[in-house]
């Protein structure tokens, strides 16, 4: 490692500040990340956890080894929209077969989308109705941390529901720096009558007999989606562990929570040491929403033209993806897509001209990405190895690009778009302005493409070829 390592430091939303990152057992880094709700295809913005985390992922492998890593990000397969789908896209199947249909239909899709993405397996991938009822393995589950809770005082039945009760954990609100005092002043809703305290939760609800259920010790029902991710992490990755990770969203309260059941059932300090959050994405400078009709989905961009008029290499929206801080909120636009494109090629045309040769992932990378994952400094970083001449710059190029999940195929090249081009630089130099011709043809020869003047044979008049320099 070089003198420029100084460690992994990451920013932590349980203190706001750039700490050093001290795992638990070097031997065993565990990292847990909430994964999506599966009733819908993944949207652009579920695509933004997958490629942060999974840099992090590569990352902490790096750095402590790669069989010293177990990385859990889940499939949440429970859900009450997944059940209106169910019904909506299935209405002559049983209910359960629905939903099973539903479900592993998104999962599949978005499994295929994330590696597209250039982002690797997670070590596990639990989905949460595997963990609602005790299990042969011995594995947490939620009906017995929801006893749990019982038997400690932290949870109450009201009304066919077990809630949390929020005035039994006197530190209830670190995480989202929320004060229970505060929420119960500034409620404008009545506490529902059968809460003991407003800002209680469900961790177990009645189902009736049209929605999915289980039998628990509170008769047929379903949990809350909190207890789910409590239930998984502390199956795969103990009571305790490293790092826990998800969209800034979730801060409230969803990960608050999580951290209510899992202490106050396991009586621990905290759930995980580390607590890290992505930014907000917006689309084209605006929210993304259905009704404005930016909201796109990761396969969208992949597979169809609806976006740009064109579809999209997914190792381009990983990059456009990096090229913001993940803790910033990303401006997700055409003309980033475009930037990453371009980008992408010039690397890649530098990597190629290491031909065999291989070198170590540079020191320089793995620095920038333990300073909270500084991907803008690393980025720079190889912006310039693609301008230095030399094997070993392209070498430590083609390893840096291997590294962050990129391949070392050739970018391709938009056929339609060069075509239309060439056509506006012909319209220049019939204009004999060769200035603009001359513009555009540099322009392109950046991007590796380059161009061919001749003449028709027959017909006499200027024709343009071109083709891609490798
Ligand atoms: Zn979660």
């Known amino acids: 490692m070089s003198e420029a390592f100084r460690g992994l430091r990451l920013t932590n939303t349980l203190t706001r500040t750039k700490e050093d990152f001290v795992p638990i057992d070097p031997q065993n880094v565990r990292m847990y990340v909430c994964g999506p709700t599966v009733y819908d295809f993944a949207h652009i913005g ?89 299990r042969p393995d011995g594995r947490a589950d939620m009906i017995t941390l929801i006893l749990s809770l019982i038997d400690r005082g932290h949870a109450y039945e009201a009304q066919g529901e077990v809630l949390f009760d929020t005035g039994s954990m006197p530190d209830y609100g670190q995480l989202s720096k929320r004060n229970l005092d505060e929420q119960q002043a500034g409620a404008r809703v009545e506490v529902e009558a059968h809460k003991k305290n407003p800002g209680d939760f469900v961790l177990w609800k009645a189902s009736s007999a049209e929605e999915p259920g289980w039998d628990s010790p509170w008769g047929r029902g379903r949990p809350g989606w909190h207890i789910e991710c409590s239930a998984m992490a ?126 170590a992932v540079p020191a320089s990378l793995i620095a920038a990405l333990s300073d909270d994952l500084a991907t803008a400094t690393a980025f720079h970083g190889l912006s310039q190895l693609a301008g230095e001449s030399g094997g070993i710059a392209a070498a430590e190029l083609k390893a840096a690009l291997l590294f962050l999940g990129f391949t070392l195929d050739a970018a391709e090249v938009d056929g339609a778009e060069v075509a239309k081009v060439i056509a506006e630089r012909l319209a220049f130099i019939a204009q004999k302005n060769w200035a603009e011709a001359d513009r555009i043809r540099d322009e392109l020869l950046a991007q590796g493409v380059q161009l061919k003047d001749g003449k028709d044979p027959v017909s006499g008049e200027r024709v343009t070829t071109w083709e891609v320099k490798r």
């Open 46 to 134: 579920n695509a933004r956890p997958a490629i942060v985390f999974d840099v992090l992922f590569r990352l902490l492998r790096h750095l402590y080894g790669e069989d010293h890593v177990t990385y859990v990000r889940n499939l949440t397969d429970l859900d009450d929209k997944i059940n209106a789908r169910a019904l909506r896209d299935f209405p002559d199947l049983p209910l359960n077969e629905a939903i099973r249909r539903v479900t592993e239909k998104t999962a599949n899709q978005y499994q295929s989308d994330v590696a597209a993405l250039g982002c690797l397996e997670p070590t596990v991938e639990p989905r949460a109705t595997e963990f609602v009822q005790p």
């Open 234 to 359: 502390s199956a795969y990755l103990g009571e305790v562990f490293d790092i826990h990770g998800g969209g800034l969203d979730l801060i409230f309260p969803h990960h608050e929570n999580e951290i209510a059941q899992s202490r106050c059932a396991h009586g621990t300090e905290v759930m995980a040491n580390y607590w890290m959050h992505n930014g907000f994405l917006q689309v084209e400078g605006q929210k993304m929403s259905k009704s404005l009709g930016n909201f796109f989905s990761i396969h969208e961009l992949l597979e169809t033209e609806n976006f740009g008029g064109r579809k999209w290499p997914g190792e381009v929206l990983r990059l456009a993806m990096l090229m913001t801080h993940y803790r910033e909120p990303i401006d997700f636009s055409v003309r980033k897509l475009e930037e990453a494109e371009n980008t992408l090629r010039k690397w890649k045309r530098a990597a190629d001209s290491a031909g065999a040769a291989e070198a």
